[in-house]
């Protein structure tokens, strides 16, 4: 299986810089890289690189950008105007993308809905979310980019779940449509077993590594900073039912390790990539190979 690091592991390391994790991530063994929109962004404005820079650093790479991490708050938009951004956003993402060399976009559904006045049923969520994604996807499609959506278990997202995640990709039935499976995210919300047993391997699209502290499901404490690495003490994961299932349904995505703890930003920028290589390969070796 191919691997690949997320700049989540180490977006606030000291001197962080989206052209090094490149360099480490080449040196250390990964295949891939998803690139953060936080630490692009960031970089992009205070001019430390172009994305024609980053370009030509991936031509000359073997590390390659597996997914632009991320749209966020694409659904559930009230006005003409709120749509209308989200539309733009995602041209621009594209455009991105296409200097990049990167074919795959990550999707983060939108939160807090009662603070807007809203209490969306989940039928709603999902039909909004169908109509938002066939129409992201006609955009996209020319391109040869397909479209990732991530389920993010915390309590006030609007896409919690695995299986309403899953709902709504089969209910679009696109070829260019799947899934971000992130094990925190499925474990935080108590996604369900049974569904992703279930599930067709080809529209999961990427497999986020990581482990997390054994919080209660739904707290409002049991956030993205709990997270670990796989197999760390105190984490609480099965990490073999992950694997066996994954590869019972056919999985064949790419695998890359995302993780949000603060003690992890203390390393240094290369210490971070190297151990996340180290780690990554070693969990693949033993729950996959």
Not at 51 to 75: D, H, I, P, R, T
Not at 223 to 228: A, F, P, T
Request: charged letters at 30%.
């Amino acid at each position: 299986m191919k691997i690949g690091f997320n700049e989540a592991n180490d977006r606030f390391c000291e001197n962080h810089s989206v052209m090094k994790d490149i360099e480490y991530c080449d040196k250390y063994g990964f295949d891939y890289i998803d690139i953060q929109s936080e630490c692009l962004n960031r970089e992009l404005e205070n001019g430390t690189v172009t994305l024609e820079e980053l370009g030509e650093k991936f031509k000359s790479s073997k590390v390659k950008m597996l997914s632009y991490n991320a749209l966020c708050f694409f659904n559930m938009k009230q006005t003409a105007e709120e749509k209308a951004a989200v539309m733009a956003e995602l041209d621009e993402i594209i455009r991105r993308c296409n200097i990049l060399g990167c074919k795959m976009i990550v999707l983060v559904p939108s939160y807090d809905m009662q603070e807007r006045g809203l209490m969306p049923t989940r039928a709603e969520i999902r039909k909004d979310a169908v109509i938002v994604l066939k129409e992201m996807l006609a955009k996209v499609e020319p391109y040869g980019i397909k479209l990732s959506l991530e389920f993010v278990g915390a309590p006030n997202m609007t896409i919690n779940r695995f299986e309403d995640a899953y709902a709504i990709v089969e209910e679009v039935n696109s070829p260019n449509l799947g899934i971000t499976l992130d094990q925190y995210h499925f474990y935080a919300m108590g996604s369900g077993w049974d569904t992703l047993e279930k599930a067709d391997g080809d529209k999961i699209f990427i497999w986020h590594l990581n482990g997390t502290e054994d919080l209660p499901c739904g707290a409002t404490y049991n956030n993205d900073e709990k997270r670990m690495w796989p197999d760390a003490e105190g984490d609480c994961l099965d990490h073999k039912r992950f694997a066996d299932t994954l590869k019972s349904i056919g999985f064949a995505g790419g695998c890359t390790i995302e993780i949000f703890r603060p003690e992890y930003y203390k390393l240094s920028q290369e210490e971070n990539v190297k151990k996340s290589a180290e780690i990554t390969k070693n969990h693949i070796k033993k729950y996959w190979d």
